[in-house]
């Protein structure tokens, strides 16, 4: 089974610039997230996805990050513009039902952001 | 609040000694925890969760209620252990995580 897919693997920008990032989950999967980690800190959830709707957006910073899973498949996370604090690893990750149950989320290798 | 606090941020240990990982909660409801490991150049991954209570590469995790906690227990330390090691527990649909607790297993 191929794992979740995310690109591109890093990426530089100077502050203000716009970026984007892409994750496609495991085939299936109806849940899919998008977490922050900054350095020496643990994944934050940014937004949940199940299929093409959002369950949980709460700690997206919505003026300046948008995400979207336009046909419940693969997603994108853009930040515009972005900022120095913006800087992290983005981690996408898939699960294949929503609620509790005994499946688990299975995680992309991430796309590492510096913002200069 | 909900919280995940891991209050050891490096852990070092000799090869063969005990390793106890550290993770308290606080959660309203009936969370479920989860231990999550991330070795280096590899993804993050689930090593066990509480439901199963089950011993992965012979750690074992026991959900303590009346403490609100989830240690991660194993009796010998191995080299290959070491690794970057989150607690996480999900309520209704959030994950949330832990700073992290980097194990080193000395030889």
């Known amino acids: 089974e191929a794992g979740v897919a995310q690109s591109p693997r890093y990426k530089i920008i100077e502050k203000r610039q716009s970026v984007a990032f892409w994750c496609n989950p495991i085939s299936g999967h109806a849940t899919l997230y998008w977490y922050q980690q900054i350095l020496g800190q643990g994944p934050k959830l940014l937004i949940q996805?199940?299929?093409?709707?959002?369950?949980?957006d709460s700690q997206l910073p919505k003026d300046r990050f948008s995400a979207e899973r336009l046909k419940g498949v693969d997603s994108t996370l853009k930040i515009q513009p972005a900022k120095l604090e913006d800087s992290a690893v983005y981690l996408c990750?898939?699960?294949?039902?929503?609620?509790?149950?005994?499946?688990?989320?299975?995680f992309g290798a991430g796309t590492r952001l510096s913002v200069l | 609040a909900q919280r995940v606090t891991q209050p050891e941020k490096l852990l070092s240990v000799f090869k063969g000694a005990p390793v106890e990982l550290k993770c308290n909660y606080s959660?309203?409801?009936?969370?479920?925890l989860f231990w999550y490991v991330q070795y280096s150049r590899q993804r993050l991954q689930l090593l066990l969760r509480?439901?199963s209570r089950e011993s992965i590469k012979g750690f074992t995790a026991d959900l303590n209620k009346g403490e609100t906690s989830f240690h991660l227990k194993k009796p010998f330390a191995q080299e290959e252990d070491s690794a970057m090691y989150y607690c996480a527990l999900r309520g209704t649909y959030k994950y949330i995580f832990g700073t992290g607790t980097r194990l080193k297993v000395l030889a």
């Open positions: 509480h439901i």
């Open positions: 959660y309203s409801g009936s969370p479920e």
């Open positions: 990750a898939s699960r294949l039902s929503g609620g509790a149950g005994v499946d688990i989320q299975y």
């Open positions: 996805f199940q299929n093409n709707g959002v369950v949980d």
